[in-house]
């Protein structure tokens, strides 16, 4: 009897070995294990492959500016047609209106490469995370992008109102001059606020996803997550129209509550 249990185990060593060995090399193949500077690396290689994604973009938009600039000046016909030179808005310099459709190039061209860079964050992530939470990269990117599009629609859909309220606000004592270069910052602003909270029902699942936040604490939280929203939508959305406030208020209140309803679902 005591032979074969040293022949058994005769036989298990160079099996048991061979596991170690693959295990070490399984270890030294993770990226996990990266050093602070490969990180940092890893990092500046990311930004810089967006940035790169964000360029080629912006390219792209630059070629179709004059139909993206016609699209972004749809709120102000209606209520601001006789502020207007020409039917135009205003610019105050020899290069704004270069820097203009610059600017608005570049906003549509993140908007157009967000998959890219939302790709390029999973894969910095993606490292410290485990097996079965690196399959969510094709959701997380996915969803990422259907919520900021659905956040900047309802943000350009709202825009009418904080635009009418700055025009109105003082025609009586001035005569509103126009200027491109502030309305489009105005709008750029305006609607990335709206396409960043809608990124909250991501944020929070990919964290109960990591186990730092769970649905049941989204529930218990709830009264002073509410409060804290309707006072964030007031702060961020500019001018004193009661309706920007409302409709961000209600929008951030919606994706709170789908946050715990997605939250429920991946765990399950």
Do not use: C
Not at 38 to 52: A, D, T, V
Not at 179 to 196: E, K, M, Q, W
């Amino acid at each position: 009897m005591a032979t074969n249990e040293l022949e058994k185990q005769d036989q298990l060593a160079p099996n048991s070995a061979a596991n170690t060995v693959e295990d070490d090399e399984e270890e030294e193949d993770d990226d996990s294990s990266m050093t602070l500077i490969e990180h940092l690396e890893e990092l500046r290689w990311r930004i810089f492959k967006s940035l790169i994604a964000i360029a080629v973009g912006s390219v792209v938009a630059f070629i179709f500016r004059v139909q993206i600039l016609t699209l972004l000046e749809l709120p102000l016909p209606k209520m601001a047609a006789d502020t207007l030179t020409h039917g135009k808005l205003v610019v105050s310099g020899l290069t704004e209106g270069f820097t203009v459709y610059l600017m608005i190039s570049i906003a549509f061209g993140f908007i157009l490469v967000l998959p890219v860079v939302l790709y390029q964050t999973w894969a910095f992530i993606s490292p410290g995370l485990l097996v079965k939470e690196k399959k969510y990269a094709v959701p997380f990117i996915f969803v990422g992008v259907i919520l900021f599009a659905a956040g900047v629609t309802v943000g350009f859909f709202v825009l009418q109102y904080p635009v009418q309220w700055f025009i109105t606000f003082a025609s009586d004592s001035f005569a509103p001059l126009i200027t491109a270069g502030n309305y489009f910052t105005f709008v750029a602003f305006f609607l990335l606020a709206f396409g960043i909270v809608f990124e909250v029902p991501l944020v929070l699942t990919f964290l109960a996803q990591v186990d730092l936040i769970s649905s049941q604490t989204l529930k218990k939280k709830r009264v002073a997550a509410y409060i804290g929203m309707w006072i964030a939508a007031t702060v961020i959305t500019p001018g004193a129209d009661p309706y920007s406030p409302i409709f961000l208020g209600v929008s951030m209140t919606f994706l709170y509550e789908l946050s715990i309803i997605l939250i429920k679902l991946m765990k399950k």
